[in-house]
């Protein structure tokens, strides 16, 4: 299953795909994770369930990473990271969002955790328009 690893990001990489990679390089497929830091740029996104889209929204300036989690399963075969962000600018103001790709590390370190058990694929619901796990089913819920 592999240990839990603390791991800084590189700067100037994107925020999304630095997780990413830290977990497909340790062949992990089911994790979780948080990060601290500080971005140069953010792109948050904000899904809108009447249109199936996401709108979203880039801030420029140094930002303050003040939460930062997420989730770590397949999509496509591929490792994905789910990752929601809280960031602060200098007035002490906050804005969130899911974390979309072109998030600029100034810098950012990453605590990830391998979780143990099946790995969750995320599939099409056309329903919602959203690729999610499968819902459990009662009996398997504890």
């Known amino acids: 299953m592999g240990e839990p690893f603390l791991v800084g990001l590189p700067q100037g990489d994107d925020l999304l795909a630095a997780v ?4 497909d390089e340790r062949s992990i497929r089911k994790g979780a994770f948080s990060v601290i830091g500080l ?3 953010a792109v948050l996104g904000c899904f809108d369930p009447e249109t ?3 709108t979203n929204r880039e801030f420029v300036g140094h930002l303050e990473i003040a939460s930062c989690s997420g989730n770590i399963s397949e999509k496509d075969g ?4 789910h990752c929601h962000l809280v960031l602060a600018n200098k007035e002490f103001q906050c804005i969130g969002g899911h974390l979309m ?3 600029v590390i100034f810098v950012a370190e990453l605590y990830g955790t391998p979780v143990p058990g099946p790995v969750p694929v995320r599939l099409f619901d056309e329903s919602r328009g959203l690729y999610l796990w499968p819902a459990a089913s009662p009996e398997r819920q504890s």
Do not use: D, I, M
């Not at 990413?20 to 977990?23: A, V, W």
């Not at 591929?78 to 990271?81: G, I, K, L, P, R």
């Open 52 to 54: 199936h889209e996401y």
């Open 78 to 81: 591929e490792v994905f990271a």
């Open 39 to 41: 971005l140069k740029k």
């Open 20 to 23: 990413t990679r830290s977990f």
């Open 101 to 103: 790709p072109g998030s």
